[in-house]
């Protein structure tokens, strides 16, 4: 199994010491696996999402005409980045691991938009992650409301508000017409 993990890990660009569980000393909830099979759910979809943000974000930089949006997409990653560790790291404390990847409809979604090529990029890339990051703030305010634990709870506030501000940010980079 290990040796799967492992060719798993490599497969995905990953090394085996990222896949490993962080070094913090688990408390008895944490040793006690009590995390609601609500939350579990809400961190293992989360992940995913961030993920996938993430991976847009790096698209964006590459490839966005506009500058302003390519600065955009950069923070895009960041934040992406910074609240998919902090969600590792609580969810890796409670006995639960987060995927490593975006989900294979969510590559399509991305594989699709990212065929177009110059200003029409733009537009449509513009358009798929503002409906994104909407629904996004949607579920993830949501998921605050009705969060078992309050750790969960501020995980979930925090991605709406990352949310809403990145959505804020992308209109003044690209007024919506």
Same mark, same amino acid.
């Given at each position: *199994?290990?040796?799967?993990?492992?060719?798993?890990c490599?497969?995905?660009?990953?090394?085996?010491?990222?896949a490993?569980?962080?070094?913090?000393? $688990?408390?008895? /909830? &944490?040793?006690?696996?009590? +995390?609601?099979?609500?939350? =579990?759910?809400?961190?293992r979809s989360?992940?995913?999402?961030i993920?996938?943000d993430?991976?847009i974000?790096?698209?964006g930089? =590459?490839r966005?005409?506009?500058?302003?949006?390519?600065?955009?997409a950069?923070s895009?990653?960041?934040?992406?980045?910074? !609240?998919? =560790?902090? +969600?590792?790291d609580?969810a890796?404390r409670h006995k &639960?691991?987060? $995927?490593?990847d +975006?989900?294979?409809v @969510?590559?399509r *979604?991305?594989?699709?938009v990212?065929e177009s090529k110059?200003a029409t990029?733009?537009r449509? +890339?513009v358009?798929t992650?503002r409906?994104l !990051?909407?629904?996004?703030v949607r579920?993830?305010?949501? @998921?605050a409301?009705?969060a078992?634990h309050?750790?969960? /709870?501020?995980? /979930?506030?925090?991605?709406?508000?990352?949310r809403r &501000? !990145?959505l804020?940010?992308l209109d003044k980079?690209a007024?919506?017409?």
């Open positions: *199994m290990l040796c799967a993990l492992a060719a798993g490599a497969a995905a660009g990953l090394s085996v010491a990222q490993q569980p962080n070094s913090k000393d $688990p408390d008895e /909830a &944490t040793l006690r696996g009590d +995390m609601s099979n609500g939350d =579990r759910v809400f961190l989360a992940g995913g999402l993920v996938r993430r991976e974000g790096k698209l930089q =590459r966005f005409q506009k500058p302003a949006l390519r600065e955009w950069a895009l990653e960041k934040k992406s980045d910074a !609240l998919y =560790r902090d +969600m590792t609580y890796e &639960t691991n987060l $995927p490593l +975006m989900s294979e @969510s590559r *979604m991305v594989d699709r990212a110059g990029f733009d449509d +890339m358009r992650v409906a !990051l909407e629904e996004q579920v993830f305010t949501d @998921s409301e009705t078992e309050e750790e969960v /709870a501020a995980l /979930a506030r925090r991605a709406a508000d990352d &501000t !990145l804020q940010a980079a007024p919506r017409s």
